[in-house]
Nanobody, 114 residues
Framework: VQLQASGGGLVQAGGSLRLSCHAS????????LEWYRQAPGKQRESVAS???????NYADSVKGRFGISRDNVRRTVALQMNSLNPEDTAVYYC?????????WGRGTLVTVSS
């Protein structure tokens, strides 16, 4: 299983970024897909998830600002992030759980300047 995340970068507060994660080695359409983030000095936290059926869940801190989506043909999961603020600065990871274990992408850094 391989997860390749991309799309991070530096953005000013109030701006937007779109992260993307491509997965291989799994039956993509059958799995719950998740985005996590880890800010400096903090624990990794769940940001958003999308089920195989398209149901979504979000952390309270990002509701109304972030949107998660999936493309089962392209085998990608995206995280659209709007109205970013400095508290969103973190390394963002995509995750899938399969075969009894968690698989993580390498992570992509998002930095929001004030």
């Amino acid at each position: 299983v391989q997860l390749q995340a991309s799309g991070g970068g530096l953005v000013q507060a109030g701006g937007s970024l779109r992260l993307s994660c491509h997965a291989s080695g799994i039956n993509f359409g059958l799995h719950l897909l998740e985005w996590y983030r880890q800010a400096p000095g903090k624990q990794r936290e769940s940001v958003a998830s999308i089920s195989s059926g398209g149901s979504t869940n979000y952390a309270d801190s990002v509701k109304g600002r972030f949107g998660i989506s999936r493309d089962n043909v392209r085998r990608t999961v995206a995280l659209q992030m709007n109205s970013l603020n400095p508290e969103d600065t973190a390394v963002y990871y995509c995750k899938v759980t399969t075969r009894g274990r968690d698989f993580w992408g390498r992570g992509t850094l998002v930095t929001v300047s004030s």
